[in-house]
């Protein structure tokens, strides 16, 4: 099955620094990544749709600057944190995949992020 | 898409089938039935999708109502590492990548 990778699986930074996690698609081409965030005990809430080449797409309440993403190949995509404050921290996931008729969406294993 | 409900938690005695309920009766004509399910820290897994016949795989069964508006996902020998946050969500099916928009899920233990 479709297999979605996800790097590093965790990272501690210090309060306001940048941190970049990748998410890249192993055996298909993905022009649209999906990243979620994830609070202890609560569901995964979309943050933003990544689309190849071209600008991401956010949900209303994500900050665009501060959540950087860069779509620039048919298998990566890219999550910049800038700035990271400790309310950041969080388990950040993508997804790829489902872009054919009755096909999923897979998702990478996540990244916890400790900001100190 | 439309809205899901499911319980917040379930128990089940491991070799037991488990039985996951959703309720969707909202859901639109061209909407899908997706499961999956999430291990303590780890990204969610696909399990089935259905439209409106019953579906089965290696992993479990999923049983839609004739009117759609409910269904059953079926574990049918659960394990202790069936253990996990089980996510039922509708998804309309079209080409291009669509979005899938988790709800609080159940979280479902199975006991030894």
């Known amino acids: 099955g479709a297999v979605v990778s996800q790097h590093p699986s965790w990272v501690i930074c210090k309060s306001g620094t940048s941190v970049k996690i990748e998410c890249r698609s192993l055996?298909?081409?993905?022009?649209?990544m999906f990243w979620y965030r994830q609070f202890p005990k609560q569901s995964l809430m979309l943050m933003a749709t990544?689309?190849?080449?071209?600008?991401?797409?956010?949900e209303q309440g994500v900050e665009k600057d501060k959540f950087l993403i860069n779509h620039a190949s048919l298998t990566l995509s890219t999550l910049t944190v800038t700035s990271a404050h400790p309310e950041d921290s969080s388990f950040y996931i993508c997804?790829?995949?489902?872009?054919?008729?009755?096909?999923?969406?897979?998702f990478g294993n996540g990244t916890r992020l400790t900001v100190t | 898409d439309a809205k899901t409900t499911q319980p917040p938690s379930m128990d089940c005695a491991e070799g037991r089938a488990a039985n996951l309920p959703c309720n969707h009766s909202?859901?639109?004509?061209?909407?899908?039935v997706y499961w999956y399910r999430q291990i303590h820290s780890q990204g969610p897994q696909y399990i089935i999708h259905g439209l409106k016949n019953n579906e089965t795989n290696e992993m479990a069964s999923l049983i839609i109502t004739e009117d759609r508006k409910s269904s059953t996902l079926i574990l049918p020998h659960a394990t202790l590492r069936d253990t996990a946050v089980y996510y039922c969500i509708v998804r309309v099916d079209m080409e291009g990548a669509q979005k899938l928009v988790f709800g609080q899920g159940t979280r479902l233990t199975i006991n030894p």
């Open positions: 909202t859901i639109s004509g061209n909407e899908y």
């Open positions: 997804s790829a995949g489902g872009t054919h008729y009755n096909s999923p969406l897979h």
């Open positions: 055996d298909f081409q993905a022009t649209t």
């Open positions: 990544s689309n190849e080449g071209s600008k991401a797409t956010y």
